[in-house]
């Protein structure tokens, strides 16, 4: 019987060998792969398991009952891998967005308001007339697209407008750019045309296209100044009656649209209706005197 039992002993000894040579290999396997954790548990399952499967084969005795006893608390007590913990716990926290949203929720990049006279939020459209706001610097922080004999339709076809090297048209250089209020200023180059719709067409053109790249801004149509009375008499272009004439048809446009119409006009002329003797040089483009009028009333009525 004792014999019996020691070459029982002998052939469970070897059997355990070649289980931990087994698992062995398993285990060095599964580290190269990232799996080491998954392996020591297989491990410590087939142990067990071979134990149980040694103590049904054989007879068991007092200590080979407790062995038995102590294997399976231990497979119980042994914790069962979920994956990798650090992303488990990215997972569960809450995801932050770098990009800067402004207290209304809205990308800061946008147009904020400003204070009055301060028109780093608005885009000046205009000829030379403009310029010259551009030239005494008035505008304080105003963004210009403006040139010298800019008219309603070149200002989808002239590149005048340096953009990072580049020379674009008005319309193209303003659309990548946002602006709360966009201010027009265009007609004074335009009186000699023969056809007053085709003036009006264009300019109308003009607003529906700001109307789509500058969804949020207020959009401005500005009266077209008057030129001195000497010059109205002895011009047949450029004089006050066709600078009305097209006024009119501008603030019809205007309402017609939705937009603002600014009767800037008002602000330049005497009691005739022209641009008074001493403020300009040439009776058309405003000294920097009567431009400081105009900005004014900018500020007051925009």
């Known amino acids: 019987m004792k014999v019996q039992r020691e070459k029982h002993y002998k052939k469970k000894n070897l059997l355990r060998r070649r289980i931990l040579i087994v698992c062995s290999a398993v285990l060095i396997i599964a580290a190269i792969g990232g799996g080491a954790v998954l392996a020591g548990s297989a491990l410590a399952q087939s142990i067990v398991a071979s134990d149980a499967s040694s103590a049904a084969s054989a007879p068991p005795s007092s200590q080979d009952q407790g062995a038995a006893a102590s294997g399976g608390e231990s497979s119980q007590a042994a914790p069962e891998s979920t994956g990798d913990t650090a992303s488990q716990a990215d997972a569960s926290e809450p995801v932050v967005s770098d990009a800067p949203v402004s207290e209304a929720g809205t990308d800061s990049s946008a147009p904020q308001a400003v204070e009055p006279g301060d028109y780093s939020d608005a885009a000046f459209i205009g000829d030379s007339r403009t310029e010259a706001l551009k030239t005494y610097g008035l505008l304080k922080n105003a963004t210009y697209y403006t040139y010298k004999g800019?008219?309603?339709?070149?200002?989808?076809?002239?590149?005048?407008?340096?953009?990072?090297?580049?020379?674009?048209?008005?319309?193209?250089?303003?659309?990548?750019?946002?602006?709360?209020?966009?201010?027009?200023?265009?007609?004074?180059?335009?009186?000699?045309?023969?056809?007053?719709?085709?003036?009006?067409?264009?300019?109308?053109?003009?607003?529906?296209?700001?109307?789509?790249?500058?969804?949020?801004?207020?959009?401005?149509?500005?009266?077209?100044?008057?030129?001195?009375?000497?010059?109205?008499?002895?011009?047949?272009?450029?004089?006050?009656?066709?600078?009305?004439?097209?006024?009119?048809?501008?603030?019809?446009?205007?309402?017609?649209?939705?937009?603002?119409?600014?009767?800037?006009?008002?602000?330049?002329?005497?009691?005739?209706?022209?641009?008074?003797?001493?403020?300009?040089?040439?009776?058309?483009?405003?000294?920097?005197?009567?431009?400081?009028?105009?900005?004014?009333?900018?500020?007051?009525?925009?």
Request: hydrophobic share 35%; glycine share 6%.
């Open 150 to 302: 800019l008219k309603v339709d070149t200002v989808f076809t002239e590149p005048c407008i340096d953009e990072g090297g580049t020379k674009m048209t008005v319309m193209d250089a303003i659309s990548l750019h946002q602006y709360n209020r966009v201010y027009i200023s265009l007609g004074v180059n335009e009186l000699g045309w023969v056809s007053t719709d085709i003036f009006i067409e264009d300019y109308g053109k003009i607003i529906d296209t700001l109307k789509e790249t500058q969804p949020n801004a207020t959009i401005y149509v500005q009266a077209i100044l008057p030129v001195s009375q000497k010059k109205s008499e002895q011009d047949k272009i450029y004089n006050n009656p066709r600078i009305n004439e097209f006024n009119t048809l501008l603030e019809q446009m205007a309402a017609d649209k939705g937009v603002v119409y600014l009767s800037v006009n008002t602000a330049v002329m005497d009691e005739t209706g022209s641009l008074p003797v001493g403020a300009s040089t040439d009776g058309v483009h405003p000294n920097i005197d009567y431009c400081r009028k105009w900005v004014a009333y900018l500020d007051e009525n925009s």
